[in-house]
């Protein structure tokens, strides 16, 4: 059984930083790309940072600079730092893993999500 746990949300003044760690656990054969994504009340969910198991990474446009995403690969965990953070980064932060996995004798690819982690931007 997969798991991703997540740690690190929490309540920031504008300007401060946080620390996402997201683990994933489980009978893995490999992690293709890991990434986070953010929920806002009201509004879709969207993508933040992705880093691929070479190290590419991507980054939503409105957090580039100011956010980093790297990831451990002996920890199976993916990190994001965040810095300068504004009010309107204030959402649900969700881990998500693209996952090779046995299954029936053959390797496969499945899509994973943790729990989410409130992140909250305020003075």
């Known amino acids: 059984q997969v798991q991703l746990v997540e740690s690190g949300g929490g309540l920031v003044q504008p300007g401060g930083s946080l620390r996402l760690s997201c683990a994933a656990s489980g009978s893995i054969f490999s992690i293709n790309a890991m990434g986070w994504y953010r929920q806002a009340p009201g509004k879709q969910r969207e993508l933040v940072a992705r880093i691929t198991s070479i190290g590419s990474t991507n980054y939503k446009d409105s957090v580039k600079g100011r956010f980093t995403i790297s990831r451990d690969n002996a920890k199976n965990t993916v990190y994001l730092q965040m810095n300068s953070l504004k009010p309107e980064d204030t959402a649900v932060y969700y881990c998500?893993?693209?996952?090779?996995?046995?299954?029936?004798?053959?390797?496969?690819?499945?899509?994973?999500w943790g729990q989410g982690t409130q992140v909250t931007v305020s003075s």
């Open positions: 998500n893993a693209d996952l090779s996995l046995w299954y029936d004798g053959i390797l496969r690819s499945y899509d994973y």
